[in-house]
């Protein structure tokens, strides 16, 4: 499939739990910039990128709508939808509001602000070949899975596991098919590339980078903001010696 009719969801309609009472991590400042300004300005410069669509939260879709178009300049921004309780039904919501020719769809966290171009294009080329491609980063810990009582259960090898990112990239229909059916049978997922999972639909590693980091805490903008003054604007990983690597690169898994 070709890149011709590429558009992306942002979403943005969390709640910030995490980093802490009241704040809205989307607006916090990183480098100066905005959180959420930063993730919007790399599909804005994401030369394949047609459009997207921007999910916020139901009380901040004006306000949202307002600073990306008056203050960000976005000019690809189609829409400001309102989210949902959880983050598949934010994406469910912004898929809904795609245009009827979107071809292949980007779905990216708006709380990875380090994201860059280079990542979008290559896991939206690896979509439309493979139907289904996220970025995605070697585990560098050692993974314990936990049993009762926080005792280690079980340790996970290693060498196949992957921390997976955003962006994730998906043949729009397929995408849409697959949060249908997870709504029907009441499947729920962390990551839109479970539910393409489920109906048992591979889905590409494409490399990532340890900078995409998601700011999930007050340490993870620390961290971004070490970032930002430091390393190259893509830091993609090196593929691990002997993983499988299809010809475009990619890794299958
Ligand atoms: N109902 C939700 C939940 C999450 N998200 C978005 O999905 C991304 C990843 O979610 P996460 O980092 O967990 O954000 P929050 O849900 O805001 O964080 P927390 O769990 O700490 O409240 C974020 O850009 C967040 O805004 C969303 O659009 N709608
Ligand atoms: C989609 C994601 O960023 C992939 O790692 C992650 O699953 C989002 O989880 P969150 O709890 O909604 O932040």
Redesign the pocket.
Known sequence: MCLDNLFAVI?????????GQGIN??LLPLGGIPVLARSLQVFERAVPVKGYVL?AGRDDVERFNNMARQQWFCRKLLSVVA?????Q??VFNGLLALPRETAVVLVH???RPLVYTGLVERVAEAAARWGAAIAAVPVKDTVKQAGPDEFAARTLPRDSLWLAQTPQAFHYALLVEAHQRAREEKITATDDASLVEAMGRPVKLVPGSYRNI?I?TPEDLAVAEALLRCSPENGSVQIKSGSPVSGDGSLTH
Do not use: I
């Open positions: 979403v943005a309609a969390g709640r910030s739990l995490r980093m991590k989307q999910v989210g949902g309780g959880s983050r039904e934010s966290d708006g709380a998601k999930t």
